[in-house]
């Protein structure tokens, strides 16, 4: 009796030592199987490949996803944008987005700057300038190829320039100077002067009579003669060409005129001179669009539903210097 006892207790562990095996084992292969998925998840990550962020398409080398700028604005910037490329050959780009949605704002920049290509490929001459309204953030985000000419020390310089006006709500404003104080370090290092008078091209619709495509010509030959005059300016002492500058001293406020200086200099005696006026003062319309900066005229009216970008109907729309440019986190961040 006592015999049959030990051996059905003996058959019992037995059995209890196999599921015990068999548990262990289930335990071990389901953990086993989650690792692979684990460190893809985990790479996903640190590369930027979440699915849950999207990134827009760019309709232009200024792109304002969410309406902060008029349409006087973006012409402004694609201006500059364009100059800056047929002189040095360097892309600039904007992205005004929301939100960065799971991502930080450098790792939605460096994504974002990779999926458009930003700068030809192998040259990566490509800087962007990503703004985040809903996060109060912005980033200038730097090309591999850029990047002995806009260090971290510069681009944070240019956005604690831009985050001046931010503050104030002046996101056009803000990104021209920003991106002008970029343009003129990479014309410094080029040993370049850059020629960056804004002329936005007249848009005329067809069907027009044939008298205002006459006033069109007239008006815009008037213009090419008196921008040549000006540049004809000779030195009183050598008669070389004189360079002219204007630097602001004192931004315009509300209502209130800004001091600009006129700076006159010849490049082969080194003739100076110096004339200190003032600038026009920022005004605020009741009907939207923002303030305007000295010197420039606002258009009322109009609905502009994002995205808006591409500049004027004149010029031709599309990005760019887009071209397979890359960056390698290179740049600065700042809050506004």
């Known amino acids: 009796m006592d015999k049959l006892k030990n051996s059905k207790a003996q058959s019992f ?14 335990v071990f292969f389901t953990v086993f199987s989650l690792i692979p ?13 979440s699915s849950s962020t999207s990134y827009p398409v760019p309709v232009g080398n200024i792109n304002d996803y ?14 500059l944008a364009q100059a800056v490329l047929e002189q040095t050959g360097v892309t600039f780009a904007v992205a005004i987005v929301d939100n960065c949605g799971d991502e930080t704002i450098e790792m939605y920049a460096v994504n974002l700057f990779e999926k458009w290509g930003i700068g030809k490929e192998n040259e990566d001459l490509g800087l962007l300038v990503l703004v985040s309204i809903g996060d109060r953030e912005v980033r200038m985000e730097v090309g591999y190829g850029l ?5 971290d020390g510069i681009a944070g310089e240019c956005l604690d320039i831009m985050i001046v006006y931010f503050s104030n709500g ?15 370090q990479i014309a410094e290092a080029l040993g370049i002067e850059l020629d960056l008078q804004y002329q936005p091209e007249i848009y005329v619709p067809s069907g027009r009579n044939v008298f205002l495509w006459v006033a069109v010509i007239v008006l815009v030959a008037f213009l090419a003669f008196w921008v040549h005059l000006r540049r004809k300016e000779r030195c009183p002492r050598c008669k070389a060409k004189l360079v002219f500058t204007d630097k602001i001293v004192q931004k315009a406020s509300n209502n209130s005129p800004g001091i600009a200086v006129k700076v006159v200099k010849c490049p082969v005696c080194g003739y100076y001179k110096e004339t200190i006026y003032k600038t ?6 009741p009907y939207g669009g923002g303030k305007v900066p000295p010197g420039t005229h606002h258009v009322p009216g109009g609905s502009y539903g994002p995205p808006r970008g591409g500049g004027s109907h004149s010029r031709s729309s599309g990005p760019k210097g887009f071209g397979g440019g890359k960056s390698g986190g290179g740049g600065a961040s700042r809050k506004f």
């Not at 562990?13 to 015990?20: G, I, K, T």
């Not at 990047?147 to 260090?151: A, L």
């Open 170 to 184: 002046e996101y056009g404003n803000g990104l021209y100077a920003g991106l002008l104080h970029a343009a003129e």
């Open 280 to 285: 026009r003062p920022v005004t605020s319309y």
């Open 66 to 79: 969410v309406g902060v700028l008029s349409l006087e604005e973006i012409d402004r910037l694609e201006s």
């Open 147 to 151: 990047e002995p000419i806009i260090t």
């Open 37 to 49: 998925s684990y460190r893809f998840a985990s790479i996903c990550e640190a590369s930027g490949m």
């Open 13 to 26: 562990m037995n059995v209890s030592r196999f599921r015990l095996i068999i548990a262990m084992t289930a």
